[in-house]
């Protein structure tokens, strides 16, 4: 069996090897950090807890390599199998009594998805250039079904890691969810500009409006290159991880853990508000909701009704005030609330523990310099004209009321939690209100909430259309259209594809070129580095048959989404091609860059080179197919900057985007999605995975398991987005939804503990 096991693990080392020496980028880096954990997974073999949960959101190549079927974290995952599978020792499988409905469920579901995956995935009629560059292709199925195969794959593994460190297992993956949870933070403030505010701004006060700006139309994406599309892969992925943040900070003991798990999830929250989703505010509100119920239902101590009660009454009134004073007085004057509140919480301690003499007047200034903060927020706001006696008022009756609400609050709750906690709790409610009362009810979403019966109407045709024009056959019924077919599905029978456009590969005589219909919303771009103040020459080929096409390249810095067409970052060339009577054109252009490649503009956004086959009004201007070849740019010294300029790669290199029409691309419902995928057999069977899957996690939560309470609350979040989002027709969400249900639905009643000595020795 051993045997077995390292050939096996040999078999997917040398698969790994194959397509990693033709990755396009980045592929040194790439083999040293894998050899590294393949190394690291030998002596410390649970590491992948951490390792594959921080790098999921993070391993962010596609824009760069153009891959989208086969990617880095394909590599990242093969890898920890393989390293399972190299170290593996039979003679330590752990004893459970096992959980057999849940098997058996899963073995059903999993012959279900095959058979979803492979109406999907065949008929093939072979593999070219096209194969691989968009989500028309079969394989577009084999790229959404490794998802729930990959989780399928790291089941066992989870449960060796159970047996090896029952203590560690969920701290482990938690921690790895918070670590990468960070680090889209972090990329969500280098979209929003604050990292560019931090070294360019001249005042706090620009700093500041950059990160409280909830107006904006930009929608942050974070590091999810599938957003290319829309849809909701950051929604999915945030929502899924908030409930783990929480967790994560429930277990640290030190100053600094305990503020790096601050920044986890306050960054998390702040990440989700400025996506200005509403199904994912809604999913956050629902967060908000269980996670106290729960707590209250499995809290060891007997907490008094009373104290319930008047925690709730005070939290509903502190919400409506905290409300008026961002009305009256914006974030000022609802930033110096909050302090209030939060100071009032700390004098009831400070009194008790310090001297009344030195605390009560100190208390009284604080109490002055937040009244004045929400004076000057109100008179000053250039939303609302406040006179002074009403400013004076909403100040007076807000510093009463915070106040005595502050102090009654320490004290009920004193019996039951400590300073520390308590002072916890009221700054993370306080924090919370400052970030969400903003971007709720910022002019951006009071825009988004008034679409809200326009847009559901939208998207409630959107599900029927994408029921329609399923095939109409008892097979199709019963397993689906099949994964992924979706796009193609829609392309040829909703589109009219004449009138779409788009771009293929076309090989001539051992040369491959880009053969670009009319669209008005495709385009093919690539990552380039210019110098600032620098001249470049971009040259192309271009080849037509129809009277004319309009050429557009523009090099600019963007992100994965632009919510506007206008950007004045960019340097532009639109150009009518005329009737080159199939002969090759060779056009060339003079690119002064300015400031694009500066560090002022790449702390806002990557710089781009797009190019298209712009055509608007199809019902006006017939359909023009225009060929491209050759795409270059050199610098001064004739060094080429474009990689795969001749396309004889195909999409290596190259990424399409698309800014404004998401709806061919996805169903946007998760259950509808399901449906048009596998079938009537495979809704049921996910329905009952998902059914069987809570139970269990419930039945472990009322066994005061604190991280089944935190898979289901995580659960019950994504669902609930998914109602507004497909979410697991993105390869690396489904992977996260699936394996966090498949923990929970195989998950053992008990774990025999027979090796004792095994468990103490066992190591990280």
């Not at 024009?469 to 994964?483: C, K, R, S």
Request: one cysteine or more; proline letters at 3%.
């Amino acid at each position: 069996m051993r045997i077995i096991s390292k050939t096996l693990s040999a078999a997917i080392l040398m698969i790994t090897a194959y397509y990693l020496i033709d990755f396009p980028t980045a592929r040194e880096v790439l083999a040293l950090c894998l050899i590294a954990y393949f190394i690291c997974l030998q002596k410390f073999p649970n590491c992948w807890l951490l390792v594959v949960p921080v790098f999921l959101p993070l391993l962010y190549l596609a824009p760069y390599s153009g891959r989208l079927f086969f990617d880095e974290f394909d590599f990242l995952m093969l890898i920890t199998i393989a390293g399972y599978l190299w170290r593996h020792k039979q003679e330590k499988k752990p004893t459970t009594s096992r959980n057999n409905t849940g098997r058996l469920l899963l073995f059903i579901y999993s012959i279900v998805y095959l058979i979803a995956l492979l109406r999907g995935l065949l008929p093939i009629a072979g593999f070219n250039d096209n194969s691989f560059a968009g989500y028309y292709s079969n394989l577009n199925s084999l790229r959404i079904g490794k998802g729930f195969f990959w989780a399928l794959c790291l089941l066992p593994i989870w449960r060796r890691s159970e047996f090896d460190i029952p203590q560690g297992v969920n701290k482990l993956f938690t921690t790895g969810i918070a670590l990468g949870s960070i680090g889209v933070f972090l990329a969500v403030l280098w979209e929003k500009g604050v990292f560019h505010d931090i070294v360019f701004s001249e005042n706090r006060y620009q700093l500041l409006s950059t990160l409280f700006d909830f107006h904006s139309e930009y929608r942050a994406t974070g590091l999810f290159a599938e957003m290319h599309t829309g849809d909701a892969a950051t929604d999915g992925y945030l929502i899924f991880v908030l409930p783990f943040v929480g967790y994560f900070l429930s277990f640290q003991k030190n100053k600094l853990q305990i503020s790096a798990s601050l920044i986890g999830i306050l960054g998390v929250t702040y990440s989700i508000l400025v996506t200005f989703s509403r199904g994912l505010y809604l999913g956050m509100g629902l967060d908000a909701v269980l996670w106290p119920i729960m707590t209250l239902a499995s809290s060891r101590t007997k907490l008094n009704p009373i104290v319930v009660g008047i925690t709730a009454l005070f939290s509903v009134i502190l919400t409506l005030f905290l409300y008026l004073l961002f009305k009256y007085g914006g974030v000022f004057s609802l930033t110096a609330g909050a302090v209030l509140f939060v100071s009032s919480v700390l004098m009831v301690d400070f009194a008790r523990i310090y001297s009344r003499i030195l605390i009560f007047p100190l208390f009284g200034v604080v109490v002055l310099l937040m009244s004045y903060c929400l004076m000057h927020g109100m008179i000053t706001s250039k939303w609302n004209r406040n006179d002074y006696s009403s400013a004076l008022q909403i100040t007076g009756i807000t510093t009463l009321t915070f106040t005595v609400m502050g102090m009654i609050a320490s004290k009920i709750w004193s019996e039951y939690a400590s300073f520390r906690k308590r002072l916890f709790m009221a700054s993370l409610f306080s924090v919370f209100m400052v970030l969400v009362i903003p971007s709720l009810f910022g002019s951006r979403m009071n825009t988004r909430f008034e679409t809200v019966r326009t847009d559901l109407q939208g998207r409630v045709k959107h599900w029927r259309n994408a029921i329609d024009i399923m095939d109409d056959n008892w097979a199709t019924n019963l397993f689906g259209q099949g994964i992924g077919t979706f796009p193609t599905t829609f392309y040829w029978i909703s589109q009219q594809a004449k009138d779409v456009g788009g771009f293929s590969f076309v090989e001539d005589f051992a040369n491959t070129y880009i053969a670009f219909a009319g669209s008005p919303d495709v385009k093919l771009s690539q990552r380039i580095h210019l110098l600032p103040d620098h001249f470049y020459t971009l040259s192309v080929d271009v080849r037509m048959t129809d009277p004319a096409a309009p050429l557009h390249i523009r090099i600019c810095h963007r992100q994965l989404i632009q919510p506007f067409e206008w950007n004045p970052t960019c340097w532009a060339k639109h150009e009518n091609i005329s009737n080159t009577k199939g002969q090759w054109r060779h056009l060339t252009y003079t690119i002064p860059s300015g400031k694009l490649g500066s560090l002022n503009y790449y702390l806002y956004a990557p710089l781009v080179i797009t190019f298209e086959n712009r055509r608007d009004g199809f019902k006006e201007i017939k359909q023009t197919l225009l060929d491209i070849d050759n795409f270059s740019i050199r610098n001064d010294r004739g060094d080429e900057l474009i990689k795969n300029g001749d396309f004889e790669q195909g999409i290596d290199h190259w990424f399409a985007f698309y800014d404004f029409n998401h709806m061919p691309w996805h169903i946007k419902n998760l259950w509808v999605n399901a449906y048009f995928d596998s079938g009537l057999i495979g809704l049921v069977m996910l329905i009952a995975l998902i059914s069987y899957s809570s139970f269990n996690m419930i039945k472990q939560f009322l066994n005061k398991n604190e991280f089944s309470k935190i898979c289901f609350i995580a659960l019950m979040g994504f669902l609930c987005v998914g109602c507004f989002g497909s979410l697991i027709d993105g390869p690396r969400i489904a992977f996260l939804f699936y394996f966090v249900l498949l923990i929970n639905l195989t998950s053992p009643n008990q774990v025999s503990l027979i090796n004792r000595e095994h468990f103490l020795t066992s190591r990280f």
